[in-house]
Structures are given as structure tokens and as C-alpha cells.
């Protein structure tokens, strides 16, 4: 199994397979709006820029289970991060990450690598690594900052 098998519904509501992606590196990354975190749209837009036509994807992924933190709906969300961040890489619609409805890809994802104490996404911005084959090989913790993250997307990229 890998990340591959699995799709979500895009910012305009389009189902997409994560199939679309074979073949590069993901960092795939549960996102808010409104969190002490939020800033680090900027250091991911940057990894993007830098690495994107190397074969790197950023694929972000809202969430409001985290005190509220990303309470609009889609399009706030995407007009905020375009305008505030200069996003531009791949935002999907807002899903939960934790629980009884958490998206089948985040269920995926915790079972294929755990935190510190615990499998379960406790806050926002938590990331996972991908590499080219669509397995799980690192998760980062909210606060690791994306530009802490580029030897190991250098080593994705070449692999």
C-alpha cells in the first residue's frame, strides 16, 4: 500500500487521486489559517519554489480539529494562504486529520509513522515525507520549521 491509493477533493471540490503524483517527492502537511504555526506557509512556499521542477510537491491539507483554528470555508481558506503566503502549491478542502472522520489518507499516514508519544496528529502543521515510490519516510513535528527540512527532501530527490 502507499499513498497512492488514496484521493481527495481539491479547494474546487474535484476529486483528486494522489496517483497523479507517482513519481515525485510529497511533503504532505495538515494546515491552518489561524494558528501560531501559520507563518510556515511561507517556508513552504519556499521549499516549493526551490524544489518543485526537482520533482517536489507540497500538498496542504486544512483543518479546523485544532482549537478552530481554520474556521472558513475553502475558498477564505485558499484566498488567505494565495494572499497572505503566496501559495501555490496543491491546498485540498478542509478535512479532519484525528477521530472518528479523519480522512482515510491521515489514517495512512499515522499508521505508517508515529510521533513522539503517540500515532494521533495532535496539532496543525504536522508533515509527512513521501518519497518517489508514495511511502512514508518522515514525519516532522508541528514545530520543525520547513526550511529545517531540506537535506532530507535533497535525499528524497535523488533517491
Known sequence: ?????????TMDREEKSLADYKGQVLLIVNTASECGFTPQFDGLQKLYDTYKDEGLVILGFPCNQFNSQDPGDDADILDFCQS????????FSKIDVKGEHAHPLFVYLTQQAKGMMTRQIKWNFTKFLINRNGD?????????KPETLQQDIEEALQS
Open 1 to 9: 500500500m502507499s499513498v497512492y491509493e488514496f484521493s481527495a477533493k
Open 84 to 91: 497572505n503566503y503566496g501559495v501555490t502549491f496543491p491546498m
Open 136 to 144: 512514508v519516510i518522515s514525519r516532522y513535528a508541528p514545530q520543525t
